[in-house]
């Protein structure tokens, strides 16, 4: 049983890769909901769907987020009345949305709506929402306090951070589905996600960090930083403006005590022994998932 704390496209593709080379059944994804939002009246999920839409083959590889073939009709006329245009709703991605949406109205958990719809789409692996209570993150910024996607889309995470806030992270409660993938998992894995606002959030829900740090030897981490860079988002800048190191190094310190083998890329070779000398496991192999090939040999290293 593999479980992996997951943020979107990072996690979306090691997981594509660990259900190539595994039983999808025995894989669980817990996901970051920090960056939900509702926005027209409907429940946005993109992290849940970025996992979903991928590990159904139908993500929209050039975006990054949202559905392969997709349209803009509706985000169009929207945009010709004078509507909030800029967070952009594909016409197929819009189902998704007012599926969600009006099942959360008929009194479905997100845990529930999620099953569903990647029962429809026949995703095996089981993707859990990490609460379904309220959780957004938010960013203090020297221009006010900004909601997760004006941040990351409205602004294009172009402001300085001075700090993040995770709203009713104290007060949610992991589902009984995440505390048992927790407890069952042989092996538990961290996916190469944003540390500060993809992981952390997950690891924010009471239960969750405490749960990892009891298992830290069954723990797996791939870093998300590579030679001082993120592989994709504002990683290395939000590193950097917080405070932390923004190496991988600066990862490795950010999960003190919670992992126990660290998966980094060949490109920081040299880092292996610094993070040796903190306690964990390194190994070292291509982390870059730029193709099918890198991807399953980063599988097989989480899973050797
Ligand atoms: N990212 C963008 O850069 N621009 C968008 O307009 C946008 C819309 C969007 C709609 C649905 C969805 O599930 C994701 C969407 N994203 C968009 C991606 C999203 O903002 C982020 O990549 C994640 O929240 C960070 O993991």
Redesign the pocket.
């Known amino acids: 049983m593999i479980t992996v704390l997951s943020?979107?496209?990072g996690a979306a593709r090691l997981l594509r890769a660990l259900s190539d080379a595994h039983d999808p059944v025995d894989i669980t994804a817990i996901v970051n909901v920090g960056?939900d939002l509702v926005l027209h009246g409907l429940t946005?999920?993109?992290?849940l769907?970025?996992i979903t839409y991928t590990l159904a083959g139908l993500n929209n590889d050039e975006?990054?987020?949202?559905l392969n073939g997709e349209t803009w009709r509706v985000m169009d006329e929207l945009a010709a009345l004078g509507g909030e245009a800029?967070?952009?709703?594909g016409d197929r991605?819009l189902a998704t949305h007012l599926y969600r949406t009006q099942r959360l109205h008929e009194g479905a958990t997100k845990t529930q709506v999620t099953a569903e719809l990647a029962q429809r789409h026949g995703v095996r692996v089981t993707i859990l929402p990490v609460t379904d209570d309220p959780l957004s993150t938010e960013f203090v910024t020297d221009e006010g306090r900004l909601s997760?996607?004006e941040y990351?889309?409205r602004r294009h995470h172009d402001v300085v951070v001075r700090s993040l806030a995770f709203v009713g992270a104290d007060q949610a409660r992991p589902t009984e589905e995440v505390t048992a993938a927790l407890r069952k998992a042989t092996r538990l894995v961290i996916a190469p996600s944003n540390p500060l606002i993809?992981v952390d959030p997950i690891l924010r829900v009471p239960g969750v960090r405490a749960a990892l740090r009891a298992r830290s030897h069954d723990v797996v981490a791939i870093s998300p930083i590579i030679r001082g860079a993120a592989v994709k988002?504002p990683a290395d800048r939000l590193l950097r403006e917080l405070g932390h190191d923004s190496t991988a190094l600066g990862v490795v310190d950010l999960y003190e005590g919670l992992v126990g083998t660290w998966i980094i890329d060949e490109a920081d070779a040299e880092l292996a022994d610094d993070i040796r000398a903190r306690g964990p496991r390194v190994v070292v192999t291509t982390t870059v998932m730029a193709d099918p090939d890198d991807a399953a040999r980063l599988a097989s290293a989480v899973l050797a």
């Open positions: 943020g979107g496209v960056d946005i999920c993109p992290d769907d970025t975006l990054g987020w949202g800029w967070f952009r709703l991605d997760f996607q990351f889309v993809s988002g």
